[in-house]
């Protein structure tokens, strides 16, 4: 009985220290800016947003923003930006599954 309460606490606590390793990659993704009425997301220096606030890259594409055309080199940059959100999105999944099997 004590064996398998150890083993699903062992378990759970790699599961929790997966999770801390992807959540601090994640915080470390590229920020880009956005306005409040703005469809566009900017770098940090661009004239063409004012009163901006900073949000994740793949975020931003998640929540429809497009890349600035004076900010970034839309093709290539959204094709880069929607491979990150799909990296991001399997390694949840993968998340997800590793809690699954610790419980």
Do not use: W
């Not at 920020?31 to 994740?56: L, M, P, Q």
């Amino acid at each position: 009985m004590t064996k398998t309460i150890t083993q699903k606490l062992v378990s759970l606590v790699i599961a929790l220290v997966c999770m801390l390793n992807m959540s601090l990659q994640a915080s470390n993704g590229d920020k880009v800016y956005v306005t409040e009425n703005g469809k566009k997301f900017h770098k940090r220096n661009c004239s063409a947003a004012t009163g901006k606030t900073g949000i994740d890259k793949a975020q931003a594409l998640k929540d429809g923003y497009t890349p600035c055309s004076k900010c970034f080199d839309t093709k290539d940059e959204v094709k880069d930006t929607k491979k990150e959100v799909k990296k991001d999105d399997k390694k949840k999944t993968e998340k997800k599954e590793i809690i699954k099997k610790a419980a």
